[in-house]
């Protein structure tokens, strides 16, 4: 367990020390924050801000998670560098739209098929890799089952694995980046639901069917979940290290380069660990946020009526009157109690199967 005790003292750590140095070269470069002039008025000020925070905590992460395999000895596992370059990929697209943003002084970045096809090819890389390289038990990354706590049902298929996949990649993506809207709101959040696999891929591990001390009723078919919790650890220890930066008032944000990336760790985890549709659960705040979005153009269309006084949801609330930290800290709750019903969910199908 000294892995994950590692890889987030050290994630935490560089994403603090890194943050305000890559605060100083964005802001003498010039690479502000174009704020939209529709949105709520007090966000005006946070024009020029920089943005393509993202780049201090991809880094943190992926460098606490080499230096504690070097500090511990211990091997890379293809599950864990899985996540990390699904992760580190859509960092990659999330970038390109910044840039863009920046240096054409656009709110759109990437053109939207541009922005699809580069999130396509890492999405279904990711999916294409996750189902091969077996181990010595068989056991591919990921399983082409649906999964809740454990897989269940009958097998999608290749094919229609890389579907569902790329499905939930690309919905986790657009979650944190219509969540990441106030600041410090989507980085606490994903905080939170990294924590909350930190403990679940623990338990896998304990309960492993890998495991012939512990193997029985109710055993986790995972390839390498120690491995999973120290990569959700090192993502947890980075994401709370740049919240010191990220929180109101922001001194920098994270951008598309940490939304995307965040959103595509996320789905990566659930994919790898098996908890496909627990992850709606976890990341209760991020469905929320996007439903919100879904409701407001579908309400539109149909009848012509907005249902909030704009979306996404954090701003319908600011509107009301609400500060900006008052919306953060209460949304950080009720993703808080997502997180807590989640573990409890997984907790209660393990011990329902025991």
């Known amino acids: 367990m000294r892995q994950i005790l590692f890889s987030g003292v050290i994630g935490m750590f560089l994403s603090l020390i890194g943050t305000p140095l890559l605060i100083k070269l964005l802001a003498k470069k010039g690479y502000g924050q174009f704020i939209r002039d529709d949105g709520p008025r007090n966000h005006h000020s946070k024009r020029g801000t920089p943005t393509m925070g993202g780049i201090a905590f991809i880094l943190a992460t992926i460098l606490a998670y080499l230096l504690t395999k070097l500090l511990t000895g211990s091997e890379l596992s293809f599950s864990g560098v899985l996540v990390l370059l699904l992760f580190a990929g859509m960092g990659v697209v999330g970038f390109l739209d910044d840039y863009i943003k920046i240096v054409k002084q656009r709110s759109l970045g990437l053109r939207a098929k541009a922005k699809m096809a580069g999130q396509l090819i890492v999405g279904v890389t990711f999916a294409v890799l996750a189902l091969n390289f077996p181990d010595a038990r068989g056991q591919t990354p990921a399983s082409d089952k649906l999964s809740f706590t454990q897989d269940f049902g009958w097998s999608l298929g290749p094919v229609l694995f890389v579907v569902w996949a790329l499905f939930m990649i690309l919905a986790m993506s657009n979650g944190v ?6 600041d410090g709101l989507a980085t606490g959040a994903s905080v939170m639901v990294f924590g909350a696999y930190t403990f679940i891929c623990v338990w896998q591990y304990q309960e492993s069917c890998a495991n012939r001390l512990t193997a ?3 055993c986790y078919e995972v390839r390498e979940p120690l491995d999973l919790a120290v990569v959700a650890a090192a993502l947890m220890g980075a994401c709370f290290g740049f919240l010191w930066w990220n929180t109101s008032p922001a001194k920098i944000f994270m951008g598309d380069t940490g939304s995307l990336a965040l959103g595509g760790a996320l789905a990566g985890l659930a994919i790898v660990s098996r908890t496909e549709l627990l992850l709606a659960v976890l990341g ?10 879904v409701i407001q153009v579908g309400s539109f269309r149909l009848t012509g009526k907005r249902v909030f006084k704009m979306a996404p949801l954090q701003h319908h609330f600011e509107l009301k009157g609400w500060s900006e930290v008052l919306v953060v800290v ?3 709750i009720i993703q808080g109690v997502c997180a807590i019903v989640g573990i409890g969910l997984f907790y209660g199908a393990w011990a329902a199967a025991k």
Do not use: A, C, Y
Request: net charge neutral; charged share 10%.
């Open 216 to 218: 029985g009723p109710g």
């Open 284 to 293: 209760g705040l991020f469905v929320l946020i996007t439903m919100s979005v």
């Open 177 to 182: 980046n219509l969540t990441d809207g106030l």
């Open 330 to 332: 209460r949304f950080w």
